[in-house]
Structures are given as structure tokens and as C-alpha cells.
């Protein structure tokens, strides 16, 4: 009799071990928009991934190109069991390759990544030249800020010297001023004494 209780005791205890772990099961990936391997042929803006199981805030996706340069995202929204990843702005054509880090509900880390391309017409190709006119402003803005760097002393000589300028100018013009006024006064006054 004090076996069965005991034996009992144990096959509950067991139950209630386990039903934590079946709750909260591991969670996979399941699916993603765009999905993998795809070829998108309009504006990716934002990328949906999606799991088949519970996961946690703590969970991270990072969007990267072909050369391996992370695309800067605005957002990343942990929406459980879903993922959205908005971008700053829409994808310029080529591969992608998207890494997912997540916490599974069950706080196991699911690590994992898929790749898909980008094939847009028209705004996509103004994308692109946007994107070349950026980089070199940003090379000249770099160039200029080390030039910056190494002269602004030089600038800063040279602003107080435009400074000093304008003021000795303004004082020229000033001094003129009164001269002229001092002329045709004098001119008038003579003027009127001659009357
Ligand atoms: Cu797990």
C-alpha cells in the first residue's frame, strides 16, 4: 500500500517536471517575407520572420548585403511568435542575407539566418545613384573634416583676420563718410558766407 503512494507521489511529481517543458516548447523558424531563396521584384522595406513557437523581446535580427555590410534597421518588432524588421529604406537591388538570433520561449537561444535577393525596376536604379551621390558626399565630408582638422588653426587666423578687415574696413567708411559730410558742409557754409 505505502508503495503504490509513494509510486504515485513519484509518477505526479514526474508529470508536473515535465509539463513545464511541453508548455513551453523550443521554438523554430518556421517562415519569413521575403521568404528564402526568393527574388523580390518591388521595394523591400521591412522583413517578417516568423516562428512556431513562443519567443522573447530579447530576440535580434540583423540584415546584411552580399559584401557583408549590415543594413541599418529602424526597428526590430518582437511581436511573439513573429518578428518585424523595418529598414531605414528600401532595399537597393542585390543579395541579402538575414541572421536571426532569438529567445525561444522556453529560454533557449534559436540562431539562424537565410538569404534572398532583390530585383526591382526603376526606383530601385534611382536608388542606386541616390546611393553613389551619398557616398561620395561622405568621402568629401571626410576629406574636408581632416582638412578641417589639420587647418583650424589656419581658419581660425584667418576668420580673425577677415574679422579685423571688415572692421578697419567699416572704420574707412565711416571716416569717409564724415569727411564727405564735413566737405559739403564746409562747401555750404562757405556758400552761404559768400552770399
Ligand atoms: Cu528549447
Redesign the pocket.
Known sequence: MKKKVVSLALLVGLLIGVSPSVTYA?SHFESSVPEEGQTVEEAVETIELSFDGGIEQASEVQVFTADGEEIETTAVNVNSPNIEVELSEPLANGDYRVAYNVL?A?T?PVEGEFTFSVEAEEAIVEEDTEDEATTEEEVTDTEESADTEEQDTNVADEQQEEDSEESSNSIIWIVGAVLVVGVILGALAGFRRKR
Do not use: L, P, Y
Open positions: 523550443h525561444s522556453d533557449h
